[in-house]
């Protein structure tokens, strides 16, 4: 289904359908008055006035009964007013643009979120499982995980999953925003929504069908609106109290007018002056920009969560990357294995693979791998505890092993072997059985291609740059090095992550990128967190603002750059809003301006406020180019 599908043209939308009818009525009517029909006119004129007010008119009444004052009251009241003072056209017309501009940005919030309904259409109707007895066909959404997929050519993905037998490509150009198809095989991991190319896949579900990456994604940015951003609280924080206010002034003005002057004069001043601080504008300033440049951002990668974290993302001064598995490839592997002379290599990686088999680590990934080709049979391991930043502990045949890092587990006269390995860029991983040591794995993980392109692009727009990493300061300043960054703080636990964190805060707007549980201090710490990949740890996802659905680390230069022309409009937006105010209530108050002429500018801004808001949602140049060259990159990697 496309967009268009999901919002019909303007003049079709039955939603337009009240202000149009309230319009053309208008028209005729003024006509019939030039026309010396007075009695045709105003009939024409009342018609057009309940057409138009029937899009506001409830809802201000049952806002009234639960106790709220917005805007529609106000306007209720002055076209009423109007109506008891003989002014049944200006009546109508202030009824057919309050409710066009209504309509307007009813339309213009559908506009924005529809991206993100679109994001569901991707999914399949059905999916075809395999089964004992055969092949089965089966909706979509009653896929569950571990169910077998059959995915033919040029069809679509139901629900995440990894590939078990056969090859081919599969464009995830929909999902992540990457232009150019991967080549899968068995044991490669596939994303919901991603199309399947020339080869026919069978896909073990790592997921429900009904929640897998591609609904989350859909539901983390739904959930924009659940917490305010800085300038949607100022803009809430002006308007909620100025209606109140604004109904206090125009009563003032219509009693002065009682006591001291012509009471029908100041009573339609009144009215006047009601209309004219009317904070119609402010109260869409805000809402519309966030909603577009949010479902915006989700189209090509970035999934912010809030309006609060997409604000606080355009102030970012300091980004702290994590190393492994956010500046690295996540695809480490086991390039080296030393151990005491009783122990054989076999062995070591046996019981490191045994207790790492159940972290979602890529260390522990690689050294599970290794285990398993290593051809060694190793009882399964109990009383697995994972020690974030430091390493895991279990019992392996009844005897204690620990596997973690060298600052965790003493590695005596093995000091030496790891600072060779730790200078060749290793991260190295130590082995001990009954508290004694038995053995180093060193794990090495290439850096992303895109890496020290990102860090360039960050410094670029005046932002620096710092790698926060559990490993030793020789294996980060390797990593760090290739990727142009100066500032290295290695041999960080969870909680010094944080505090590094909060040391970067105290100076300006901080921003912590990871992925892991380790992580997840750090990017709860942070002014925004963002979590790398949408499958990461579900710690790290659950504690960041903001995740990326692609691969690519230069998303992140981009999202910033995206925030802050998003924190520019919504500027733009209030300060337009708040000037109409300033500007029409003097001109109102002296009767310098009349009710049809006060109705007019207030429509024309709310519409400008719109029309600049939509604006937010339009897909960064640069983002385009980057789809642009990531067959490049892609080339580059192969």
Known sequence: MSPSALRPPWWRDPALLPSLASGVLLAAGFGAEVGGA??????????????????????????????????????????????????????????????????????????????????????????????????????????????????????????????????????????????????????????AGSVNGAGTLHVEATADGCDNSLTQIVQLVEQAHARKGERARLADRIARPLVPAVLIVAGLVALYGVFVGDPLLWVERALVVLVAASPCALAIAVPVTVISAIGSASRFGVVIKTGDAFEQLGTVRHVAFDKTGTLTRNEPSVVEVCTVPTVPHEDALAFAGALEATSTHPLAQAIVAAGAQGGASTPAATDVVEHAGEGVTGLIGGRRVRVGSTRWIPVGA???????????????????????LAGLIGVRDELRPEAAETVAMLRAQGVE????????????????????????????????????????????????????????????????????????????????????????????PLALAHARR????????????????VVLFPLALFGMVGLAGVVLVHEIAEVIVILNGVRAARRPAAARRLAASTGELHAARV
Do not use: C
Not at 535 to 548: I, L, Q
Not at 566 to 581: E, S
């Open 414 to 436: 093995f000091e030496d072997e790891v600072e060779r390995m730790s200078g060749l860029g290793m991260t190295v991983v130590a082995v001990e059985v009954q508290e004694r």
């Open 38 to 191: 007075s009695v045709p006119a105003v009939v024409l004129q009342t018609a057009a006035l309940l057409a138009g007010a029937w899009t506001f008119v409830p809802g201000a009444v049952r806002a009234l009964w639960r106790g709220r004052l917005g805007v529609n009251l106000l306007m209720t009241i002055a076209a009423i007013g109007a109506v008891l003072l003989g002014h049944v056209g200006e009546a109508a017309a202030l009824a057919f643009l309050f409710s066009l501009a209504e309509t307007l940005e009813d339309r213009a919030m559908d506009r924005a979120k529809e991206g993100l309904r679109a994001l569901l259409t991707l999914m399949p109707d059905t999916a075809r499982l395999s089964k004992l007895s055969g092949e089965v066909t089966i909706p979509a959404a009653e896929v569950r995980e571990l169910d077998i997929l059959v995915v033919g050519a040029g069809q679509r993905i139901a629900t995440d999953g990894v590939v078990v037998e056969g090859r081919s490509s599969v464009d995830t150009s929909a999902v992540t925003g990457e232009s150019i198809p991967v080549d899968v095989a068995p044991g490669v991991p596939v994303p």
């Open 465 to 556: 740059v710092v790698m926060l990493t559990g490993d030793n300061p020789r294996t980060a300043g390797a990593v760090a090095s290739g990727a142009g960054i100066a500032d290295v703080r290695a041999s960080l636990r969870p909680a010094d992550k944080a505090a590094a964190i909060d040391e970067l805060s105290v100076r300006g707007p901080s921003a912590m990128v990871g992925d892991g549980i380790n992580d997840a201090p750090a990017l709860a710490s942070a002014t925004v967190g963002l979590a790398m990949g949408v499958r990461g740890a579900a710690a790290a996802v659950e504690s960041a603002d903001a995740a990326f659905i692609g691969h690519d680390l230069r998303l992140i």
């Open 566 to 581: 998003g924190r520019r409009i919504m500027t733009v937006n209030i300060a337009l809003a708040l000037a109409i105010i």
